[in-house]
């Protein structure tokens, strides 16, 4: 596509229900990441792949939080036992490149903002 | 630890000003790649401007341009002629040819008619 596209845009969820968050990078973009942004503030690194491989996964808060890229392609970023404490935007960002070949630069989607009541 | 800081919260500028948001950051580096993004009223985040650190030039892109003082640490973005469109929150950010970018608090960026 044109550009990277996230759903939902918005989620408002029920504390305790899972949700999962869907990115569809830029075609042909190899790598794709995950960041979490609260109000106010600058983005926050979650994870991130390489193709379908999970390369670091330490920006994750807790295990109630998992992502995965079975195909190399689109994500999904999964939340389970949401709290109020999870409620921001998640943005999901992809590259061009692996970053065995230097930094390329990341193009973001316009995020999901999620909601846990 | 890398960190990356904005110190204006908001700034003002006059339609068709100049106006400056400053960044600093802190590394141990010597390479290392930088960003400002925009981010308007739809939170989109858009790519303004990219600096490689080891380009003395400083990176232009039509009204946008950097003024990138490497050791200083310091990566501040110039708007010229400065548009209503131009409103919105703008983000620094720091990568260290890693895929992690650590990014700034933000600067919002109010255009005055």
């Known amino acids: 596509g044109a550009g990277v596209s996230q759903s939902p845009r918005y989620k408002v969820t029920k504390r305790g229900q899972d949700v999962a968050l869907r990115c569809d990078p830029i075609?042909?973009?190899?790598?794709l990441y995950w960041y979490r942004q609260a109000l106010g503030q600058g983005p926050e690194f979650l994870t991130y792949f390489n193709y379908e491989a999970q390369q670091d996964k330490s920006g994750l808060p807790n295990d109630r939080f998992s992502a995965e890229r079975p195909e190399g392609s689109i994500s999904t970023l999964t939340i389970q036992r949401t709290e109020q404490r999870d409620s921001a935007m998640y943005r999901c960002a992809s590259s061009s490149i692996g970053t065995s070949f230097g930094t390329d630069t990341q193009y973001f989607g316009p995020g999901t903002r999620l909601t846990v009541l | 630890a890398q960190t990356v800081t904005q110190s204006q919260p908001e700034m003002s500028v006059q339609e068709a000003e100049t106006v400056t948001l400053s960044c600093t950051y802190d590394t141990s580096e010597s390479d290392y790649y930088l960003f400002w993004y925009k981010q308007p009223p739809s939170r989109q985040m858009i790519l303004v401007i990219r600096?490689?650190?080891?380009?003395?030039q400083n990176a232009t892109e039509n009204r946008f341009s950097v003024n990138f003082q490497k050791a200083a640490k310091s990566f501040s973005l110039k708007i010229s002629d400065s548009q209503l469109g131009d409103a919105a929150m703008y983000f620094c950010?720091?990568?260290?040819?890693?895929?992690?970018?650590?990014f700034g608090t933000g600067t919002r960026l109010k255009v005055l008619a």
């Open positions: 075609s042909g973009h190899v790598s």
């Open positions: 950010a720091y990568t260290s040819g890693t895929y992690k970018y650590i």
């Open positions: 600096q490689e650190a080891y380009k003395q």
